[in-house]
Protein backbone atom coordinates (compact mmCIF):
# COMPACT_ATOMS: atom_id res chain seq x y z
CA UNK A 1 0.00 0.00 0.00
CA UNK A 2 1.22 3.38 -0.96
CA UNK A 3 1.50 7.01 0.83
CA UNK A 4 0.33 9.96 -1.08
CA UNK A 5 3.35 10.95 -3.63
CA UNK A 6 3.80 13.83 -2.59
CA UNK A 7 4.40 12.78 1.24
CA UNK A 8 7.70 11.34 2.37
CA UNK A 9 7.09 8.85 5.36
CA UNK A 10 9.08 6.05 6.52
CA UNK A 11 7.75 2.31 5.59
CA UNK A 12 5.99 0.08 7.84
CA UNK A 13 6.78 -3.84 8.37
CA UNK A 14 3.99 -5.83 10.27
CA UNK A 15 4.80 -9.21 11.40
CA UNK A 16 2.35 -11.60 12.48
CA UNK A 17 1.71 -14.23 15.60
CA UNK A 18 1.86 -17.91 15.23
CA UNK A 19 -0.83 -19.72 13.23
CA UNK A 20 -1.56 -16.51 11.99
CA UNK A 21 -1.14 -14.49 8.78
CA UNK A 22 -0.31 -10.77 7.79
CA UNK A 23 -4.20 -10.46 6.84
CA UNK A 24 -4.32 -9.97 11.04
CA UNK A 25 -3.09 -6.43 10.25
CA UNK A 26 -5.52 -5.85 8.08
CA UNK A 27 -7.04 -2.51 10.14
CA UNK A 28 -3.61 -1.71 11.16
CA UNK A 29 -2.83 -1.41 7.44
CA UNK A 30 -6.42 0.88 6.74
CA UNK A 31 -5.04 3.52 9.32
CA UNK A 32 -1.94 3.54 8.24
CA UNK A 33 -2.29 3.27 4.41
CA UNK A 34 -2.80 6.79 4.20
CA UNK A 35 0.18 7.95 5.53
CA UNK A 36 2.74 4.82 5.41
CA UNK A 37 3.67 2.00 2.82
CA UNK A 38 2.67 -0.61 4.55
CA UNK A 39 4.07 -4.30 4.64
CA UNK A 40 2.72 -7.51 6.28
CA UNK A 41 4.11 -10.57 5.00
CA UNK A 42 3.41 -14.12 5.70
CA UNK A 43 5.75 -15.52 7.75
CA UNK A 44 7.12 -19.43 6.71
CA UNK A 45 4.56 -22.05 6.79
CA UNK A 46 1.73 -19.40 6.38
CA UNK A 47 0.10 -18.16 3.07
CA UNK A 48 2.16 -18.94 0.21
CA UNK A 49 5.72 -19.69 2.11
CA UNK A 50 6.01 -23.25 2.27
CA UNK A 51 7.63 -24.57 5.22
CA UNK A 52 9.99 -27.67 5.34
CA UNK A 53 9.58 -29.63 8.09
CA UNK A 54 13.08 -31.98 7.59
CA UNK A 55 15.54 -28.92 9.32
CA UNK A 56 14.96 -26.92 12.51
CA UNK A 57 13.77 -24.06 12.16
CA UNK A 58 15.74 -20.72 12.91
CA UNK A 59 14.29 -17.37 13.63
CA UNK A 60 17.06 -15.99 11.11
CA UNK A 61 15.26 -17.82 8.32
CA UNK A 62 12.00 -16.15 9.67
CA UNK A 63 14.26 -12.82 8.94
CA UNK A 64 15.93 -13.72 5.80
CA UNK A 65 12.25 -15.04 4.38
CA UNK A 66 11.01 -11.75 5.25
CA UNK A 67 13.36 -9.46 3.75
CA UNK A 68 12.96 -11.55 0.52
CA UNK A 69 9.67 -10.70 0.26
CA UNK A 70 10.60 -7.07 1.52
CA UNK A 71 12.87 -7.18 -2.27
CA UNK A 72 14.08 -3.59 -2.70
CA UNK A 73 12.04 -1.63 -0.02
CA UNK A 74 14.96 0.42 1.29
CA UNK A 75 15.52 2.84 4.13
CA UNK A 76 14.78 1.86 7.74
CA UNK A 77 11.00 0.56 8.98
CA UNK A 78 9.20 1.32 11.17
CA UNK A 79 8.99 -2.75 12.83
CA UNK A 80 5.59 -3.76 14.27
CA UNK A 81 5.49 -7.41 15.88
CA UNK A 82 3.17 -9.88 17.99
CA UNK A 83 3.79 -12.76 19.92
CA UNK A 84 6.13 -14.97 17.80
CA UNK A 85 6.47 -12.02 14.98
CA UNK A 86 7.68 -9.75 17.77
CA UNK A 87 10.40 -12.18 18.45
CA UNK A 88 10.85 -12.40 14.75
CA UNK A 89 11.17 -8.18 15.00
CA UNK A 90 13.49 -8.23 17.59
CA UNK A 91 15.95 -10.50 15.81
CA UNK A 92 15.82 -8.79 12.41
CA UNK A 93 16.44 -5.34 14.77
CA UNK A 94 19.46 -6.94 16.24
CA UNK A 95 20.90 -8.32 12.71
CA UNK A 96 20.36 -5.15 10.91
CA UNK A 97 19.78 -2.23 13.23
CA UNK A 98 20.23 0.01 10.31
CA UNK A 99 16.92 -1.29 9.08
CA UNK A 100 14.84 -0.78 11.71
CA UNK A 101 13.61 2.96 12.13
CA UNK A 102 11.87 1.44 15.65
CA UNK A 103 10.24 -0.85 17.19
CA UNK A 104 6.49 -1.61 18.36
CA UNK A 105 6.06 -4.77 19.85
CA UNK A 106 2.66 -6.39 21.45
CA UNK A 107 3.25 -9.20 23.98
CA UNK A 108 6.83 -10.54 21.96
CA UNK A 109 7.45 -14.33 22.47
CA UNK A 110 11.06 -13.87 23.62
CA UNK A 111 11.41 -16.71 25.84
CA UNK A 112 14.81 -17.05 26.04
CA UNK A 113 14.08 -14.09 28.53
CA UNK A 114 12.03 -15.77 30.94
CA UNK A 115 14.39 -18.88 31.24
CA UNK A 116 17.96 -16.17 31.59
CA UNK A 117 16.35 -15.26 34.68
CA UNK A 118 15.86 -18.77 36.66
CA UNK A 119 14.66 -22.12 35.34
CA UNK A 120 12.32 -22.97 38.40
CA UNK A 121 10.09 -19.48 38.40
CA UNK A 122 6.02 -20.29 37.90
CA UNK A 123 6.73 -18.44 34.67
CA UNK A 124 9.18 -20.81 33.29
CA UNK A 125 7.53 -24.11 34.43
CA UNK A 126 4.44 -23.33 32.80
CA UNK A 127 6.55 -22.42 29.21
CA UNK A 128 8.34 -25.65 30.03
CA UNK A 129 4.75 -27.81 29.75
CA UNK A 130 3.46 -25.91 27.15
CA UNK A 131 6.28 -26.24 24.92
CA UNK A 132 6.69 -30.18 25.85
CA UNK A 133 2.61 -30.67 24.75
CA UNK A 134 3.11 -28.51 21.78
CA UNK A 135 6.05 -30.12 20.13
CA UNK A 136 5.37 -33.59 21.32
CA UNK A 137 1.75 -33.49 20.44
CA UNK A 138 2.31 -32.41 16.70
CA UNK A 139 4.43 -35.99 16.12
CA UNK A 140 0.97 -37.46 15.10
CA UNK A 141 -2.30 -36.63 13.27
CA UNK A 142 -4.51 -36.66 16.18
CA UNK A 143 -1.94 -34.86 18.38
CA UNK A 144 -2.01 -32.22 16.00
CA UNK A 145 -5.75 -31.78 17.29
CA UNK A 146 -4.53 -32.00 21.24
CA UNK A 147 -1.89 -29.59 20.70
CA UNK A 148 -4.04 -27.06 18.94
CA UNK A 149 -6.21 -26.85 21.25
CA UNK A 150 -3.81 -26.52 24.13
CA UNK A 151 -1.96 -23.50 22.24
CA UNK A 152 -5.16 -21.96 21.41
CA UNK A 153 -6.24 -22.29 25.04
CA UNK A 154 -2.99 -20.75 26.27
CA UNK A 155 -3.33 -17.90 23.48
CA UNK A 156 -6.82 -16.92 23.49
CA UNK A 157 -7.96 -18.21 27.03
CA UNK A 158 -9.20 -21.29 28.85
CA UNK A 159 -12.18 -23.71 27.12
CA UNK A 160 -12.09 -20.77 23.53
CA UNK A 161 -11.22 -24.54 21.86
CA UNK A 162 -14.87 -25.49 22.55
CA UNK A 163 -16.31 -22.41 20.84
CA UNK A 164 -14.23 -22.81 17.39
CA UNK A 165 -16.17 -24.18 14.39
CA UNK A 166 -15.13 -27.26 12.87
CA UNK A 167 -12.95 -25.67 10.17
CA UNK A 168 -11.54 -22.75 12.72
CA UNK A 169 -10.33 -26.08 14.78
CA UNK A 170 -9.03 -27.60 11.53
CA UNK A 171 -6.73 -24.22 10.63
CA UNK A 172 -5.42 -24.46 14.29
CA UNK A 173 -4.48 -28.63 13.64
CA UNK A 174 -3.08 -28.03 9.92
CA UNK A 175 -1.05 -25.50 11.65
CA UNK A 176 0.62 -27.54 14.85
CA UNK A 177 3.69 -28.67 13.34
CA UNK A 178 5.00 -25.25 12.24
CA UNK A 179 3.61 -23.97 15.58
CA UNK A 180 5.69 -26.57 17.01
CA UNK A 181 8.54 -25.54 15.04
CA UNK A 182 8.07 -22.17 16.31
CA UNK A 183 7.88 -23.28 19.91
CA UNK A 184 11.32 -24.78 19.40
CA UNK A 185 13.08 -22.01 17.55
CA UNK A 186 12.12 -19.83 20.60
CA UNK A 187 13.37 -22.21 22.79
CA UNK A 188 17.14 -21.80 21.29
CA UNK A 189 16.49 -18.02 19.81
CA UNK A 190 19.69 -16.37 18.72
CA UNK A 191 18.59 -13.10 20.33
CA UNK A 192 19.34 -13.04 23.83
CA UNK A 193 18.77 -10.20 26.36
CA UNK A 194 22.02 -9.75 25.98
CA UNK A 195 21.57 -9.00 22.34
CA UNK A 196 18.66 -6.66 22.65
CA UNK A 197 20.54 -4.44 25.57
CA UNK A 198 22.51 -2.89 21.87
CA UNK A 199 19.45 -1.94 20.43
CA UNK A 200 19.28 2.01 20.13
CA UNK A 201 15.92 2.41 18.26
CA UNK A 202 13.08 3.32 19.83
CA UNK A 203 11.29 0.40 21.17
CA UNK A 204 7.44 0.61 22.65
CA UNK A 205 6.37 -2.95 24.05
CA UNK A 206 2.77 -2.96 24.20
CA UNK A 207 1.14 -5.52 26.91
CA UNK A 208 -2.43 -6.46 28.03
CA UNK A 209 -3.51 -6.14 31.58
CA UNK A 210 -5.41 -9.48 31.71
CA UNK A 211 -2.70 -11.54 29.53
CA UNK A 212 -0.96 -14.44 30.88
CA UNK A 213 1.54 -13.84 33.44
CA UNK A 214 4.11 -15.41 31.92
CA UNK A 215 3.61 -12.80 28.20
CA UNK A 216 3.75 -10.18 31.32
CA UNK A 217 7.20 -11.21 32.96
CA UNK A 218 8.71 -10.83 29.00
CA UNK A 219 7.47 -8.17 28.47
CA UNK A 220 9.05 -6.56 31.87
CA UNK A 221 12.57 -8.28 31.31
CA UNK A 222 12.95 -7.01 27.58
CA UNK A 223 11.85 -3.34 29.21
CA UNK A 224 14.43 -3.48 31.78
CA UNK A 225 17.26 -4.80 29.28
CA UNK A 226 16.30 -2.50 26.56
CA UNK A 227 17.42 1.40 27.01
CA UNK A 228 15.09 3.30 26.73
CA UNK A 229 12.31 0.97 26.13
CA UNK A 230 8.17 2.45 26.56
CA UNK A 231 5.50 -0.09 27.98
CA UNK A 232 2.27 0.52 27.37
CA UNK A 233 -0.52 -1.20 29.21
CA UNK A 234 -3.62 -2.28 27.46
CA UNK A 235 -6.07 -2.11 30.20
CA UNK A 236 -8.66 -5.65 29.94
CA UNK A 237 -6.75 -7.08 26.98
CA UNK A 238 -5.47 -10.70 26.49
CA UNK A 239 -1.93 -11.97 24.55
CA UNK A 240 -4.39 -12.79 20.97
CA UNK A 241 -5.49 -8.80 20.83
CA UNK A 242 -4.12 -8.07 17.91
CA UNK A 243 -6.91 -10.02 16.53
CA UNK A 244 -9.40 -10.48 19.38
CA UNK A 245 -9.50 -6.76 19.61
CA UNK A 246 -8.04 -5.27 16.20
CA UNK A 247 -9.92 -1.89 16.04
CA UNK A 248 -8.36 -1.09 19.55
CA UNK A 249 -4.81 -2.28 19.53
CA UNK A 250 -4.22 -0.84 15.42
CA UNK A 251 -5.47 2.51 16.82
CA UNK A 252 -2.63 2.20 19.88
CA UNK A 253 -0.07 1.53 17.20
CA UNK A 254 -0.64 3.40 14.53
CA UNK A 255 -0.24 6.31 16.97
CA UNK A 256 3.15 4.93 18.93
CA UNK A 257 3.86 4.69 14.79
CA UNK A 258 2.87 8.45 14.21
CA UNK A 259 4.12 9.63 17.47
CA UNK A 260 7.66 11.15 18.62
CA UNK A 261 8.07 8.30 20.95
CA UNK A 262 9.58 10.37 23.88
CA UNK A 263 6.18 11.71 23.94
CA UNK A 264 4.90 8.09 24.73
CA UNK A 265 4.51 7.95 28.91
CA UNK A 266 6.23 4.92 30.68
CA UNK A 267 3.81 3.29 32.75
CA UNK A 268 5.33 1.56 35.60
Known amino acids: ?5 NVTTTDVLCLHGSA ?23 LIGYGNQRFNTRGKLRLDDEVDAVLEQLGDAGGPMHVVGHAYGGSVALR ?15 EPAQFLSV ?16 HSTVVDQAATPLGRWRGAREFVNYGYGRNVWKSLTPLQKRRFATAAPKVAAEFDA ?7 LDDVSAL ?27 PGALVHWLDGLKHMAPITDAAMVSTVIADLVRCDPVLISKVA
Not at 1 to 5: D, E, F, I, L
Not at 204 to 219: E, F, S
Request: charged letters at 30%; a positive charge.
Open 1 to 5: MKAPA
Open 20 to 42: SSGRQWRRLIQKLGQRHRVFAPD
Open 92 to 106: LACRYPERVASLTLY
Open 115 to 130: FENGLDSVEARELRKL
Open 186 to 192: LMVAEAR
Open 200 to 226: TMPVRILCGTRTRRTAKRVCELLAQRI
